[in-house]
Nanobody, 115 residues
């Protein structure tokens, strides 16, 4: 089982990034997929959720209207499009997949928003 995030980096305030999380080793299409983030010295925060069919999504208030979660079940990949980035979005971003008692995590990708 693997979840591999990519797409992080350094971006200026107001910029955009698109994170990807490639899944393998499990039936991706039936899993609820989530993006979390954790900034230094802070607790891990749930950023966005997408249900297995992709039709239902939820967002933290702090990112609503700026971030969009999506999935491509044919490619076993979940995405996080991040627009209008702010310095407070700086964090390690983690991909998570859950189905019943099965709970998988990626290794994270760093996002830094700074001028």
């Amino acid at each position: 089982v693997q979840l591999v995030e990519s797409g992080g980096g350094l971006v200026q305030p107001g910029g955009s990034l698109r994170l990807s999380c490639a899944a393998s080793g499990f039936t991706f299409s039936i899993y609820v997929m989530r993006w979390y983030r954790q900034a230094p010295g802070k607790e891990r925060e749930l950023v966005a959720t997408i249900r297995s069919g992709g039709g239902i999504t939820n967002y933290a208030d702090s990112v609503k209207g700026r971030f969009t979660i999506s999935r491509d079940n044919a490619k076993n990949t979940v995405y996080l499009q991040m627009n209008s980035l702010k310095p407070e979005d700086t964090a390690m971003y983690y991909c998570n997949g859950v189905w019943g008692n099965y709970d998988y995590w990626g290794q994270g990708t760093q996002v830094t928003v700074s001028s």
